[in-house]
């Protein structure tokens, strides 16, 4: 008796049509690449009593509508800005209750006392570039940034992690929530040493 | 005579592409997971500014986006050259945005209607003017917490 093979399927096409399937995920795809500065708008209420605030712990950044900046009331160039920030922030010049401890600044007596004082005034026009504006906020995150991995690396130098990329573990969703448990610890210390005080003026009107 | 007898040799023998389907397949999951499908058509040109001091945006889920900044040349006939803001699929007025904002949120799930992020995609050629007052909207409709998106490069990018 003649031995008979049972029939194959041809799966030949079935390659076309997955490859059909596969270029049409190709062209329709956009692999998430979202990133930006976060930031959190002060909420509506009005303040009845504005607390004062020493002048010396203000940092004025003045950004007007041809894209100059003026910085404690002096023209300043983006470059200089991050350790112009820098400086106020840890200068530490203040004495008795607000002296600072960890601070490595010159301890001018007329720039900050404290960081947990230090107020970053952001001001710009109506009719600054948007991209200046992000830029001066790249920089001005970048100079709480410095710091705060500076601090952490102090603290908890075992870990040969900097700040932002402590951070960037903590929020990883990867990450496992014990992991994030003792990360949140860390950052929160951090956090509170460098406070980030950054206020935004309502923009000046152009005339 | 013996079973073990060679085939007729000469001609090769058929490469089998039996397998090719798996491998297509397996790079087609791949791309089906990795896909984000995108939601709205950009009707305003959007060159995001440059910085590197950023953090990743939250689960989509937990995103709206507002898009602002001069209309795309095909539009330009019809909206001119002053930037605008892109709410979905449509442009939109300053008053409209928290509108949008509300309704966004009454369609995401009770949990995350207040985690919520408001992602500003702007053209870095916009004027602040538009952003502030897109800032005091969000103000009023207490959505607080925004994220501008950048795309990653030095900030010296951002000047031309």
Same mark, same amino acid.
């Given at each position: 008796?003649?031995?008979?093979?049972?029939?194959?399927?041809?799966?030949?096409?079935?390659?076309?049509?997955?490859?059909?399937?596969?270029?049409?995920?190709?062209?329709?795809?956009?692999?998430?690449?979202?990133?930006?500065?976060?930031?959190?708008?002060?909420?509506?209420?009005?303040?009845?009593? @504005?607390?004062? #605030? *020493?002048?010396?712990?203000?940092?004025? &950044?003045?950004?007007?509508? /041809?894209?100059?900046?003026?910085? =404690? $009331?002096? @023209?300043?160039? #983006? *470059?200089?800005?991050?350790?112009?920030? &820098?400086?106020?922030?840890? /200068?530490?010049?203040?004495?008795? =209750? $607000?002296?600072?401890?960890?601070?490595?600044?010159?301890?001018?007596?007329?720039?900050?006392?404290?960081?947990?004082?230090?107020?970053?005034?952001?001001?710009?026009?109506?009719?600054?570039?948007?991209?200046?504006?992000?830029?001066?906020?790249?920089?001005?995150?970048?100079?709480?940034?410095?710091?705060?991995?500076?601090?952490?690396?102090?603290?908890?130098?075992?870990?040969?992690?900097?700040?932002?990329?402590?951070?960037?573990?903590?929020?990883?969703?990867?990450?496992?929530?014990?992991?994030?448990?003792?990360?949140?610890?860390?950052?929160?210390?951090?956090?509170?040493?460098?406070?980030?005080?950054?206020?935004?003026?309502?923009?000046?009107?152009?005339? | 005579?013996?079973?073990?007898?060679?085939?007729?040799?000469?001609?090769?023998?058929?490469?089998?592409?039996?397998?090719?389907?798996?491998?297509?397949?397996?790079?087609?999951?791949?791309?089906?997971?990795?896909?984000?499908?995108?939601?709205?058509?950009?009707?305003?040109?959007?060159?995001?500014?440059?910085?590197?001091?950023?953090?990743?945006?939250?689960?989509?889920?937990?995103?709206?986006?507002?898009?602002?900044?001069?209309?795309?040349?095909?539009?330009?006939?019809?909206?001119?050259?002053?930037?605008?803001?892109?709410?979905?699929?449509?442009?939109?007025?300053?008053?409209?945005?928290?509108?949008?904002?509300?309704?966004?949120?009454?369609?995401?799930?009770?949990?995350?209607?207040?985690?919520?992020?408001?992602?500003?995609?702007?053209?870095?050629?916009?004027?602040?003017?538009?952003?502030?007052?897109?800032?005091?909207?969000?103000?009023?409709?207490?959505?607080?917490?925004?994220?501008?998106?950048?795309?990653?490069?030095?900030?010296?990018?951002?000047?031309?």
């Amino acid at each position: 008796m003649p031995k008979r093979s049972a029939p194959e399927v041809n799966a030949g096409s079935m390659a076309d049509i997955a490859f059909l399937l596969l270029i049409f995920f190709l062209v329709t795809t956009t692999i998430e690449t979202d990133s930006g500065i976060n930031r959190k708008l002060p909420p509506i209420e009005d303040v009845v009593d @504005p607390p004062v #605030i *020493k002048q010396r712990n203000i940092f004025t &950044v003045v950004v007007n509508k /041809n894209n100059d900046l003026l910085v =404690e $009331e002096k @023209p300043m160039n #983006i *470059k200089d800005l991050r350790a112009a920030a &820098v400086a106020f922030l840890d /200068n530490g010049g203040g004495k008795g =209750e $607000e002296a600072c401890n960890f601070c490595q600044g010159e301890k001018d007596p007329s720039s900050s006392d404290n960081p947990d004082k230090a107020i970053i005034s952001l001001k710009n026009d109506r009719e600054t570039e948007y991209q200046v504006y992000i830029a001066v906020q790249n920089e001005l995150v970048a100079a709480y940034n410095e710091l705060r991995d500076r601090e952490y690396l102090r603290l908890n130098p075992n870990d040969g992690l900097t700040f932002t990329q402590a951070d960037k573990i903590y929020s990883d969703p990867r990450t496992t929530p014990s992991t994030k448990e003792a990360l949140k610890k860390k950052l929160d210390v951090v956090k509170l040493l460098f406070p980030q005080k950054l206020s935004e003026a309502e923009p000046s009107k152009t005339n | 005579m013996s079973k073990f007898k060679k085939k007729k040799g000469g001609d090769l023998p058929a490469i089998s592409t039996a397998s090719l389907p798996d491998i297509v397949f397996m790079l087609l999951f791949f791309f089906m997971v990795a896909t984000v499908m995108r939601d709205s058509t950009l009707m305003v040109s959007n060159t995001l500014p440059a910085a590197d001091q950023v953090q990743k945006l939250d689960k989509k889920d937990r995103v709206m986006y507002i898009y602002a900044g001069k209309p795309s040349d095909r539009y330009q006939s019809k909206y001119g050259t002053q930037a605008r803001i892109q709410l979905n699929d449509k442009f939109a007025t300053v008053q409209d945005v928290g509108a949008f904002v509300l309704a966004e949120r009454a369609s995401k799930r009770q949990e995350l209607q207040n985690v919520l992020t408001t992602a500003l995609k702007v053209d870095g050629e916009t004027n602040m003017g538009l952003i502030t007052d897109i800032k005091q909207e969000l103000r009023k409709v207490n959505a607080l917490k925004i994220n501008y998106t950048t795309r990653l490069g030095a900030y010296t990018q951002n000047f031309n």
